[in-house]
């Protein structure tokens, strides 16, 4: 893509993954349920209000998800500039934090949810690009487990702990393909950064 990259963005230092503090864990949960319930524009809102709010205190764990997740429920809503510049944003993000299996894993079920809405073109793009930033980098997590099938698109699943179908800080549905895990039965949420727990209720 020809002038400016438009999924560069400043790296700062991360913060530890600290809990939200109660205002953004409600608001997170109401972001959540809107984009259920289809209302799209609203949520598309709250993300991005959350996802800012994340990046300005530096919890660059979260934020990349928050962002990618605004954009999703603005190309729900038909809003596709929006939500393409959200999505470029977070994934940008993971890139510059040198978190490749997530970005793998995020970015080409990204590409396949593209296709699915009819917006091809953003998802060849996309694809493109998660071929130049993955090419040559390691898609392993910390316990060795490496993400079969890449260049396909598959996901490998690692075989851990079973996880709650829906984080019980934030109100997150919990996919065990995007979550980044702390130890075999232990994980983060991505939205919210709290511990999720085999045995914990959703």
Known sequence: MPGRNPYRRRRRSEAPPWPLRPGPLRSMWRAHRLL???????????????????????????????????????????????????????LGMLAEAGRWLTLSRLGRRLVIELRDLGRGNDAAEIERWLESSLRGQDLSDSFGDVEAGAEAGAQAVPRRGILPLQCPYCGATVHPDEVEWIDENTAECAYCGSMLREGESD
Do not use: C, K, T
């Not at 949520?43 to 996802?51: I, K, V």
């Not at 990349?64 to 954009?71: M, T």
């Open 36 to 90: 259920e319930a289809g209302e799209h524009a609203n949520a598309a809102y709250l993300y991005e209000e959350l996802a800012q709010s994340a990046h300005d205190r530096g919890r660059l764990r979260v934020a990349p998800h928050l962002y990618i997740q605004a954009g999703r429920a603005n190309l729900l809503g038909g809003q596709a500039e929006a939500g393409m510049r959200l999505v470029r944003q977070g």
